[in-house]
Structures are given as structure tokens and as C-alpha cells.
């Protein structure tokens, strides 16, 4: 076959992934418009907010202490001077790091696939594995990138730090290949530094893919340039080292809170990633070729220590899974796109010609059903920018509903006011400048964490008495609550509260007086 037969070729069918992955690039901008809430995105609203009105000391997002967070990354951080420059709130500031995380993140596959081939095809193909090639089970958890989980988190900083990843991983693979300088590896060094802060769990991911890459790299890398990623190393620790909003290195001794909320990382592996079986048996086609192959390296690696977290009880360990999932789908849609580069119509009696088309038909078929598969599970990501009225039936029962957030006490409750109320409206509340009693996430930073929640519990635990009760109000500051009728806690008459609002679902907005 000659190589403009082969150009040919390709160009009958690669406009296809283009296209899919423009209508799905269109899809997420359109949810970026809406921005739906579940999950974390108060914390980083919340962090903006703190940023924004203390540059220097901004203190814990979420509770009313002088204490560091590691969710003050140099991605939030910048973000906060954002918003204190330019005057926008903290969701229009999300919004615009929701951009410029899916920018990154679209730009970093298609850096990162073209140092692995030349198809054309392959970078929109694999931006739609990476998508779709998940399960027939739908999951959402930040820092894994199916399209609904996406859509939840594309202005999360693990996006901003995926995004980075991809262009480390990709970078990293040409610096190696032409044995470049000193400064690109001081560059790249520095920007592990800042994947790493930005979002620990995936700065482990980007870490693993990097040692695959360097593990990978043909030929072998001479002594200067080995020497020269040593530098770059050694100036990624520097950084991580002096970073002054939290310290790093403490975050490695931090884990005990976060094992029980991970255990769910490792229940129903089959049906949340078992599509990703295709990827692994790319990559077994591509370990026969190389055994040094990056791309199962960098499986490799992930799988193995997401196991020896399922193992050993380290259930936070399973957030490396992207580490095993991202290598394997990127490797379905280039060896698809190999393949099917070669399909031309057989030439009379060419056999070799007949069974290259027909293995690449198998598994380009093979391929598109398991996409198809992935998309169906993910299709309520339409419902983010759709009215449910206008969805089919069997795809608005896909949908889940956003959160309403916290915007209706806004009126009342003022930056900086110490709100008390159960975990899932404590998840929300900061977001709109207001603290909570106790975090609505683990806190690894805050000393009282524990007397905090038990604060709260007992407020609301039947039983409690009216003067135990008052107890918690004073010693936190707490000038509004936020509970429903049954919650507990004081009641509707009691002199120490006054009724202010009625909110979403029932929820009542109460003064404390005096």
C-alpha cells in the first residue's frame, strides 16, 4: 500500500470521530453555560471567595478557623485574584475555569496522542474513549473523565490538573526523544510541581504516567539528559516545598479520614469500567510488539496500585484508577486508528490485503459498539443543557437532577456569618461566603474537626438539652440555621431562634437572637 493510498483511506472515515467529538465538545460547552452543581464545586466556590477577600491569610474555606487548606492550590488561588481583580463571582470565575480546564484538557489528548502515532484520526477517537469507555453503570467521581462525571466537574481544579497531565505526559515524551535542555526540563519539573498542588490524587496519576513515559522512552535516554530530568525534579520538590498556602508534605500522613469514603471506588468494577476491557486487550497487541510499551507501563503501574489499595485496605489509593483506565483508552482508539489506516479494499487474491480488513472491521465494529454502549449510559448529560420535558423518556430517566444550592438565603445571611446546619447543606452553604460549624468535607487541616461534627450532631440529636443546645450557638458564633422541621435542634417557638425564610424543599432559614 502506498502512503498516499493510506492518506486516502483515512480521510473516507476520520472525519467521523471529528465530527462526534465537535458535537460532544459543543455539549460540554453548553453545560458549562448552566454549570450544574453536585458534588464539590462549593469548596471551590468557597475557596474563591476566601481568596478574593484575604489574599495572603485567606484561612479555612469552610469553617471559621486560621487554619491552611490544600484546596488553596496555585489554580484557586489564581482564580480568587481573579475575581478580586475583575469584581465576578465566584461561579462566573468557575465558569471561566471550566474553559479553560476543557481547553487544556481537549488540547493535552491531542498533544498527548500524537506523540504515540501520526493517524489522524487517532486524537478524536481517543477523546471520545476517554469519554464513553467507561462501564454500563454510570459513575461520577472527580478526576475520572466520563462524559456525566465531566460535565459535573469540568470547572473542578482536577480537570485543570488532567488537562495539564495529558501536556506533561506529552511533553515529557518529546523532551525524551530529542534530549532537550536544561530549562525544558526545569519547565517540566515545575509543572508536575503545580499538578501536584492543584489536586494531589491526580498529580499521583500524572506522576505514574510520567515514570511510564520515561520507563518507555526509545531510545533509552543518554546520561546528560537523565541528569537534566533529575534537575527538573529536583526543582518540581522545591516547589512543592515552598508553596505557602499549605504544606504538601504534611498531606502524606492524612489519609485515615479518607479510606471508608474511596471504599465505593472499588464496588461494582465490572459494570463502572468493564467497556475499558477493550483497551486492556490493545494494550496486550501493543505489549507484543514492545514490552516496554508506555502506554502499558503506565497501565501497569496504576493497576497495581489501585490493587494494592483494595488489598491493603488504603482505599484512597483507588483514585490512581484513571491511571489505569486513561493508558487503556487511549490505547483502543489508536491501535483502532492504526488499523483501520491500512483497510483498503483488497487487491485480487492479496489474503494478507482480506485479513487486514477484516480484523480492522472487527474491531472498529468493536470499538463503535462499546461507545455506543458508554454514550447510552452517560445520555442524561443531555439533561444539563435540555429541559427535561424535551428529553425521550428513556433518556430523561438517565437524568439526575443538579442540587438547587443555597442561593435563597442569600438576602439574610452575610460573608462571613457562621451558619449551622447537617452535612449536605454544609456542602453548599460556603459557596456564598457564609462559614458552617463543621465542614461538609474531610478537613485535614482543622484541629477541632471531630468536636466540630460531634457539635453538631448533638445539637440535632433528639434528646439533647435546650441549654447543651444554646452551648453550640455560642461557642461557635452561630448567627443562622438551616434545618428542616424534623431536624431537630431547637424548635420553631423557642425564644433563641426567629423564623426568617422558607427555602427550597421545605428548608427553614432561622435567626439565632441575641
Same mark, same amino acid.
Given at each position: 500500500?502506498?502512503? &498516499?493510498?493510506?492518506?486516502?483511506?483515512?480521510?473516507?472515515?476520520?472525519?467521523?470521530?471529528?465530527? #462526534?467529538?465537535?458535537?460532544?465538545?459543543?455539549?460540554?460547552?453548553?453545560?458549562?453555560?448552566?454549570?450544574?452543581?453536585?458534588?464539590?464545586? @462549593?469548596?471551590?466556590?468557597?475557596?474563591?471567595?476566601?481568596?478574593?477577600?484575604?489574599?495572603?491569610?485567606?484561612?479555612?474555606?469552610?469553617?471559621?478557623?486560621?487554619?491552611?487548606?490544600?484546596?488553596? +492550590?496555585?489554580?484557586?488561588?489564581?482564580?480568587?485574584?481573579?475575581?478580586?481583580?475583575?469584581?465576578?463571582?465566584?461561579?462566573?470565575?468557575?465558569?471561566?475555569?471550566?474553559?479553560?480546564?476543557? *481547553?487544556?484538557?481537549? +488540547?493535552?489528548?491531542?498533544?498527548?496522542?500524537?506523540?504515540?502515532?501520526?493517524?489522524?484520526?487517532?486524537?478524536?477517537?481517543?477523546?471520545?474513549?476517554?469519554?464513553?469507555?467507561?462501564?454500563?453503570?454510570?459513575?461520577?467521581?472527580?478526576?475520572?473523565?466520563?462524559?456525566?462525571?465531566?460535565?459535573?466537574?469540568?470547572?473542578?481544579? +482536577?480537570?485543570?490538573?488532567?488537562?495539564?497531565?495529558?501536556?506533561?505526559?506529552?511533553?515529557?515524551?518529546?523532551?525524551?526523544?530529542?534530549?532537550?535542555?536544561?530549562?525544558?526540563?526545569?519547565?517540566?519539573?515545575?509543572?508536575?510541581? %503545580? =499538578?501536584?498542588?492543584?489536586?494531589?490524587?491526580? &498529580?499521583?496519576? $500524572?506522576?505514574?504516567?510520567?515514570?511510564?513515559?520515561?520507563? &518507555?522512552?526509545?531510545?533509552?535516554?543518554?546520561?546528560?539528559?537523565?541528569?537534566?530530568?533529575? $534537575?527538573?525534579?529536583?526543582?518540581?520538590?522545591?516547589?512543592?516545598?515552598?508553596?505557602?498556602?499549605?504544606?504538601?508534605? /504534611?498531606?502524606? @500522613?492524612?489519609?485515615?479520614?479518607?479510606?471508608?469514603?474511596?471504599?465505593?471506588?472499588?464496588?461494582?468494577?465490572?459494570?463502572?469500567?468493564?467497556?475499558?476491557?477493550?483497551?486492556?486487550?490493545?494494550?496486550?497487541?501493543?505489549? !507484543?510488539?514492545? !514490552?516496554?510499551?508506555?502506554?502499558?507501563?503506565?497501565?501497569?503501574?496504576?493497576? =497495581? %496500585?489501585?490493587?494494592?489499595?483494595?488489598?491493603?485496605?488504603?482505599?484512597?489509593?483507588?483514585?490512581?484508577?484513571?491511571?489505569?483506565?486513561?493508558?487503556?483508552?487511549?490505547?483502543?482508539?489508536?491501535?483502532?486508528?492504526?488499523?483501520?489506516?491500512?483497510?483498503?479494499?483488497?487487491?485480487?487474491?492479496?489474503?494478507?490485503?482480506?485479513?487486514?480488513?477484516?480484523?480492522? *472491521?472487527?474491531? $472498529?465494529?468493536?470499538?463503535?459498539?462499546?461507545?455506543? #454502549? @458508554?454514550?447510552?449510559?452517560?445520555?442524561?448529560?443531555?439533561?444539563? #443543557?435540555?429541559?427535561?420535558? *424535551?428529553?425521550?423518556?428513556?433518556?430523561?430517566?438517565?437524568?439526575?437532577?443538579?442540587?438547587?444550592?443555597?442561593?435563597?438565603?442569600?438576602?439574610?445571611?452575610?460573608?462571613? /456569618?457562621?451558619?449551622?446546619?447537617?452535612?449536605?447543606?454544609?456542602?453548599?452553604?460556603?459557596?456564598?461566603?457564609?462559614?458552617?460549624?463543621?465542614?461538609?468535607?474531610?478537613?485535614?487541616?482543622?484541629?477541632?474537626? #471531630?468536636?466540630?461534627?460531634?457539635?453538631?450532631?448533638?445539637?440535632?440529636?433528639?434528646?439533647?438539652?435546650?441549654?447543651?443546645?444554646?452551648?453550640?450557638?455560642?461557642?461557635?458564633?452561630?448567627?443562622?440555621?438551616?434545618?428542616?422541621?424534623?431536624?431537630?435542634?431547637?424548635?420553631? &417557638?423557642?425564644?433563641?431562634? !426567629?423564623?426568617?425564610?422558607?427555602?427550597? !424543599?421545605?428548608? =427553614?432559614?432561622?435567626?439565632? =437572637?441575641?
Amino acid at each position: 500500500m502506498t502512503a &498516499g493510498g493510506r492518506s486516502r483511506d483515512e480521510a473516507r472515515w476520520a472525519w467521523v470521530p471529528w465530527g #462526534v467529538a465537535g458535537a460532544v465538545t459543543a455539549l460540554l460547552l453548553a453545560v458549562i453555560l448552566r454549570l450544574p452543581w453536585v458534588g464539590d464545586l @462549593g469548596v471551590h466556590a468557597a475557596t474563591i471567595e476566601r481568596v478574593r477577600h484575604d489574599p495572603l491569610h485567606p484561612g479555612d474555606p469552610l469553617v471559621d478557623a486560621d487554619v491552611p487548606s490544600p484546596y488553596y +492550590s496555585p489554580w484557586t488561588v489564581l482564580l480568587g485574584l481573579l475575581a478580586k481583580a475583575t469584581g465576578a463571582g465566584a461561579f462566573g470565575v468557575l465558569r471561566g475555569a471550566a474553559l479553560v480546564g476543557l *481547553a487544556l484538557l481537549l +488540547s493535552g489528548v491531542w498533544h498527548f496522542v500524537r506523540t504515540l502515532t501520526d493517524r489522524r484520526a487517532a486524537p478524536p477517537l481517543a477523546l471520545l474513549c476517554v469519554l464513553f469507555l467507561w462501564g454500563p453503570a454510570l459513575f461520577e467521581w472527580s478526576g475520572f473523565l466520563g462524559l456525566n462525571s465531566l460535565a459535573l466537574t469540568v470547572s473542578y481544579p +482536577s480537570t485543570f490538573a488532567l488537562g495539564l497531565s495529558f501536556h506533561l505526559w506529552g511533553c515529557l515524551r518529546e523532551a525524551l526523544r530529542a534530549g532537550s535542555g536544561r530549562r525544558v526540563f526545569l519547565g517540566l519539573g515545575a509543572l508536575w510541581a %503545580v =499538578v501536584l498542588l492543584t489536586h494531589q490524587f491526580t &498529580g499521583v496519576v $500524572a506522576s505514574l504516567g510520567a515514570a511510564a513515559m520515561l520507563l &518507555g522512552a526509545r531510545p533509552w535516554p543518554a546520561r546528560p539528559v537523565l541528569v537534566r530530568l533529575a $534537575a527538573g525534579l529536583a526543582l518540581g520538590l522545591v516547589v512543592l516545598a515552598v508553596w505557602p498556602y499549605y504544606s504538601f508534605f /504534611d498531606l502524606l @500522613g492524612a489519609g485515615a479520614d479518607l479510606e471508608e469514603i474511596h471504599r465505593a471506588l472499588y464496588r461494582d468494577l465490572p459494570g463502572r469500567f468493564g467497556l475499558a476491557l477493550l483497551g486492556v486487550a490493545a494494550l496486550a497487541l501493543r505489549f !507484543r510488539r514492545d !514490552r516496554r510499551d508506555p502506554l502499558v507501563l503506565f497501565f501497569a503501574l496504576g493497576a =497495581v %496500585v489501585f490493587a494494592a489499595g483494595g488489598l491493603s485496605g488504603h482505599y484512597a489509593w483507588g483514585r490512581v484508577l484513571p491511571a489505569a483506565l486513561i493508558p487503556a483508552q487511549v490505547a483502543a482508539a489508536v491501535e483502532v486508528a492504526g488499523v483501520l489506516g491500512t483497510a483498503l479494499p483488497p487487491r485480487p487474491g492479496a489474503v494478507g490485503d482480506r485479513r487486514r480488513r477484516t480484523f480492522a *472491521a472487527a474491531l $472498529a465494529t468493536t470499538l463503535t459498539a462499546a461507545l455506543a #454502549v @458508554g454514550a447510552w449510559t452517560q445520555a442524561g448529560t443531555l439533561g444539563y #443543557v435540555l429541559p427535561k420535558d *424535551a428529553l425521550p423518556s428513556a433518556v430523561a430517566a438517565k437524568y439526575r437532577p443538579p442540587w438547587p444550592g443555597y442561593r435563597w438565603i442569600t438576602p439574610w445571611v452575610r460573608y462571613g /456569618d457562621v451558619v449551622l446546619a447537617k452535612t449536605f447543606p454544609a456542602r453548599q452553604i460556603p459557596a456564598y461566603g457564609a462559614y458552617t460549624v463543621a465542614p461538609g468535607y474531610p478537613d485535614f487541616f482543622l484541629p477541632d474537626e #471531630v468536636a466540630r461534627k460531634d457539635a453538631v450532631r448533638r445539637y440535632f440529636a433528639p434528646g439533647t438539652p435546650r441549654a447543651e443546645r444554646l452551648e453550640v450557638l455560642r461557642r461557635y458564633g452561630v448567627r443562622w440555621v438551616v434545618a428542616y422541621p424534623g431536624d431537630g435542634g431547637l424548635g420553631e &417557638g423557642d425564644p433563641a431562634l !426567629r423564623k426568617v425564610a422558607v427555602g427550597v !424543599r421545605g428548608q =427553614v432559614l432561622y435567626g439565632v =437572637v441575641g
